[in-house]
């Protein structure tokens, strides 16, 4: 089975300008989460796509953005990009079943999105 | 929201020494409780998880003990070993009324584990 696969794995932008990031899940996943790792702040959640619908949003600024596909595969946008926004950008893929309680997530590679 | 603390920031230890992070966490409602391993460069992979119906799990090496009145789990590795080096994340997900859980993982701050042999 393929893992989890995001594009592209490195990015430079300037800001102002905007980005999209896609993530393909495991096959048969349906949920899509989004998290932002940086080193000051860790790992935080962006957001939760599961058959194409929103089901959960961390705090971040309505800058980001997301959506996700009929396949399952997700995109996340950033507009107007400032400094702070550099950062990894993980995915991760999870069946989104709740059996009893969560369900195992895997991680993409990620994307180095850097700011200048 | 959920809130977890991890402890400590960093950890190193001698070859063939356990290494125990903990882990605290604000939800009550919080039901699954996984854990990754995150090497330098790497995408974070998930080691070991625990659902609160479970006060503890183990696989090889590395186990996961729960304590739900408390709101606490903890990391145990056996017999470190120089790859066993790495950033390690515990997380909690979220819950909401009904009981279900959502996708969203709240993480700890992660814990530097150096293994020197």
């Known amino acids: 089975k393929a893992g989890v696969t995001q594009t592209p794995r490195y990015l430079i932008k300037t800001r102002g300008q905007q980005v999209t990031l896609s993530c393909s899940p495991i096959?048969?996943?349906?949920?899509v989460s989004w998290y932002q790792q940086t080193p000051g702040q860790g790992l935080q959640f962006l957001f939760e796509y599961f058959s194409e619908t929103q089901r959960n949003k961390g705090n971040f600024p309505g800058r980001f953005s997301g959506r996700q596909f009929s396949n399952s595969r997700s995109e996340m946008n950033v507009s107007t990009l400032e400094l702070g926004d550099s950062a990894l950008y993980l995915c991760a893929s999870s069946s989104g079943r709740d059996i009893p309680a969560g369900t195992e997530a895997f991680f993409g590679q990620g994307t180095r999105l850097t700011v200048v | 929201g959920e809130n977890v603390e991890q402890h400590p920031s960093t950890l190193s230890v001698q070859e063939g020494d356990s290494a125990v992070i903990k882990c605290t966490y604000s939800?009550?409602?919080?039901?699954?409780f996984p854990w990754y391993k995150q090497e330098l460069g790497k995408r974070p992979q998930l080691i070991i998880d625990i659902r609160s119906n479970v006060g503890e799990k183990k696989d090889q090496r590395i186990a996961v003990t729960l304590n739900k009145t408390a709101k606490h789990f903890s990391l145990h590795i056996t017999e470190t070993q120089p790859e066993d080096s790495a950033v390690y994340f515990c997380?909690?997900?979220?819950?909401?009324?009904?009981?279900?859980?959502?996708?969203?993982?709240?993480f700890g701050q992660g814990t530097i584990l150096t293994v020197h042999p």
């Open positions: 939800d009550s409602a919080s039901n699954y």
């Open positions: 997380a909690a997900n979220s819950t909401v009324a009904g009981g279900t859980s959502y996708g969203k993982l709240t």
């Open positions: 096959s048969g996943h349906r949920s």
